[in-house]
């Protein structure tokens, strides 16, 4: 409002000084035209900011995550569980685990994931075929093969708020016997 009118009073000390110069809003008018032009500018640099804000919510996953390990419900436990996901290219992410177990083992990781719903190789897992698929902005469903059998299955459901998203994980470990766990993440 203070724009506005310090722009009002600008226009009126121009039209003392200008002959036929007017501030009063018509179509004709300087200041319209004016001030239409600072409006389409500003909806242009609001509109390709709301763009970006669009395209950096789209991938929820991108961050640190920690593991809750005392709301989380695991098949094998572990001490800690550190996960840091960043995009390297459109629907590809680079997806870096860092685990201790509960016998204190130390574990790194480190996959390329691909989203968008065909298998691809997936190196250094005991599952090397997975394939990735978003079903929903707060929704991706994983899936890892050996053989062409299921080893897993995950269900990566993303909370509103973007702070914390849950892994339910149902799947065969190496002795052959099903499993299901729950792992809850909250972003660092």
């Not at 640099?45 to 996953?61: C, E, R």
């Amino acid at each position: 409002m203070r724009i506005l009118l310090s722009d009002r009073l600008y226009c009126c000390e121009i039209e003392k000084r200008i002959p036929g110069f007017s501030s009063v809003p018509n179509r004709d008018s300087n200041f319209v035209r004016w001030k239409g032009n600072h409006v389409r500018k500003a909806l242009a640099i609001a509109a390709v900011l709301s763009f970006g804000m669009v395209l950096g919510a789209a991938d929820p996953i991108v961050g640190t995550w920690k593991l809750n390990v005392e709301k989380s419900q695991l098949h094998n436990p572990v001490r800690s569980y550190l996960m840091k996901i960043e995009e390297t290219a459109p629907n590809t992410y680079r997806c870096v685990f860092d685990v201790v177990n509960a016998q204190g083992e130390k574990r790194h990781q480190e996959i390329i994931r691909i989203s968008d719903g065909m298998e691809h190789p997936v190196e250094g897992v005991n599952a090397p075929v997975g394939v990735t698929e978003v079903v929903s902005p707060s929704l991706k469903k994983v899936v890892r093969k050996r053989n062409g059998k299921l080893v897993f299955e995950l269900d990566v459901q993303f909370s509103d708020n973007g702070k914390t998203h849950t892994v339910t994980t149902t799947g065969t470990d190496v002795s052959g016997k099903s499993y299901k766990e729950l792992h809850v993440f909250e972003r660092q």
